[in-house]
């Protein structure tokens, strides 16, 4: 059974950083696309970036230059670093993953994933 707990959310002011992590298990996570969603109330899922068993990475334009994705096969662990962070990423931040070997061009799109975590908040005052 794949399981995905989020963890490492808060609060913090603008310009500060923070570092989302996603534990896996119950399938052979190095194999799989990861991604990190996010969702704001009142506004649409979010896609904020990708990763492919190769290790390619793909970012959302709002998010290039800030945040880096990144995952360690051997803990089973999917990361976010979040820095610069602004007022409008303030969000639920949700990992999820499929068993495909790299995102497409339509990564970004949530209804290709079977799998999900339950989400961590990140709020961040101006």
């Known amino acids: 059974q794949v399981q995905l707990v989020e963890s490492g959310g808060g609060s913090v002011q603008a310009g500060g950083s923070l570092r989302l992590s996603c534990a896996a298990s119950?399938?052979?996570?190095?194999?799989?696309?990861m991604v990190w969603f996010r969702q704001a109330p009142g506004k649409e899922r979010e896609g904020v970036a990708g990763?492919?068993?190769?290790?390619?990475?793909t970012y959302a334009d709002s998010v290039k230059g800030r945040f880096t994705i990144s995952r360690d096969n051997a803990k089973n662990t999917l990361y976010l670093q979040m820095n610069s962070l602004k007022a409008e990423d303030t969000a639920m931040y949700y990992c999820?993953?499929?068993?495909?070997?790299?995102?497409?061009?339509?990564?970004?799109?949530?209804?290709?994933?079977?799998?999900w975590g339950q989400g961590t908040q990140v709020t961040v005052s101006s």
């Open positions: 119950g399938y052979t996570y190095g194999y799989y696309y």
């Open positions: 999820a993953a499929d068993p495909r070997a790299r995102g497409g061009p339509r990564w970004f799109d949530g209804r290709g994933y079977n799998y």
């Open positions: 990763i492919d068993r190769y290790f390619e990475v």
